[in-house]
Nanobody
């Protein structure tokens, strides 16, 4: 059974930086496209960054130029480097493997809370 464990969230001031990690177990990360999602209070979960097995990445317009997704297949871990954080980035952040535009392959982990103060 695949497990996803997100970590690295916290409270940060606007303009600050954080790096999130997602440890993947139960499957070989190198065989799977992965993505980061986030869900703000009262809003639906949204895909914000994805990375293919070849290392190609895509970003939502809301985070483009500020966030960077990366993967370390040897560690079975993906990362999300976040900089120039804004209060609107406040959300619970999750990782998963996209199956379709709206579906994911695995059960959701617990996520990691990111709170950006103004």
């Amino acid at each position: 059974q695949v497990q996803l464990v997100e970590s690295g969230g916290g409270l940060v001031q606007a303009g600050g930086s954080l790096t999130l990690s997602c440890a993947v177990s139960g499957t070989l990360l190198r065989t799977t496209d992965m993505a980061w999602y986030r869900q703000a209070l009262g809003k639906p979960r949204e895909l914000i960054a994805s990375i293919t097995t070849a290392g190609n990445s895509n970003y939502a317009d809301s985070v483009k130029g500020r966030f960077t997704i990366s993967r370390d297949n040897a560690k079975n871990t993906i990362y999300l480097q976040m900089s120039s954080l804004k209060p609107e980035d406040t959300a619970v952040y999750y990782c998963n493997a996209p199956f379709t535009r709206t579906l994911v392959k695995y059960a959701w982990g617990q996520g990691t809370q990111v709170t950006v103060s103004s």
